[in-house]
């Protein structure tokens, strides 16, 4: 099983502000098959990226991912309020298609 | 528009059996294969498996967590997925989604979920 670690857990942000979040894997993610969810309390997840940087339908272009292997980033250039809630990748490489453990911003 | 509403939650005791429904449209629902994610309450997502669409022998792969106690089917007349949980326990507890997975394996939609309570 790939084991997604997230880092920070935690992180206190501005709106305006630039957050790069961080998604390591166990092992190598085959042919970059990893995701970024968004989701918000009480609220379904909401697909931000794909295939490691491709932006999701209606995703505005301030939020970004890059990586490949086992090291994956998601970064939001200028942190809108709406952007403040809990932030997960995921792998669909192998099964089982693990989640990390969330990463969480808050104002 | 794609939507998915899950059904079928509530309170069951441990040792016991829910079916949960997913029922999509907006969508060729048989083009698709459809996924269940799980969360426990205040914690992260956690994914329960899938079911692939026919062009692909609607198979089936689970998470080690419910191998052999959950099983997932679909009714592509229905355009329902279903999700059969036998044996609970406690630790099933949770908010459980239906999810849209695209072919290479990413969900792209995600129903707003039911909550299955699994207490004596």
């Known amino acids: 099983e790939i084991v997604l670690t997230q880092s920070p857990g935690s992180l206190s942000l501005s709106p305006g502000e630039r957050v790069t979040l961080s998604c390591r894997a166990s092992q190598s993610v085959s042919s970059r098959y990893l995701a970024w969810y968004q989701q918000k309390p009480g609220q379904a997840p909401r697909l931000l990226i794909y295939d490691a940087s491709s932006r999701a339908t209606g995703i505005p272009d301030r939020f970004s991912g890059s990586g490949s292997g086992t090291d994956f980033t998601l970064i939001i250039s200028r942190l809108e309020p709406e952007d403040f809630a809990v932030y997960y990748c995921q792998q669909y490489g192998f099964s089982p298609y693990t989640f990390g453990q969330g990463t969480k911003l808050e104002i | 528009e794609v939507q998915l509403v899950e059904s079928g939650g509530g309170l069951v005791q441990p040792g016991r059996s829910l079916r949960l429904s997913c029922t999509a449209s907006?969508?060729?629902?048989?083009?698709?294969?459809m996924s269940w994610v799980r969360q426990a309450p205040g914690k992260g997502l956690e994914w329960v498996g899938f079911i692939r669409d026919k062009a692909y022998a609607e198979t089936t792969e689970y998470a080690a967590s419910v191998k052999g106690r959950f099983t997932i089917s679909r009714d592509d007349s229905k355009s329902i997925a279903y999700l059969q949980m036998n044996s609970l326990k406690t630790e099933d507890t949770g908010v459980y989604y239906c999810s849209r997975r695209r072919r290479s394996g990413y969900i792209d939609y995600w129903g707003q979920g039911t909550l299955v309570t699994v207490s004596s």
């Open positions: 907006g969508f060729s629902f048989d083009d698709f294969s």
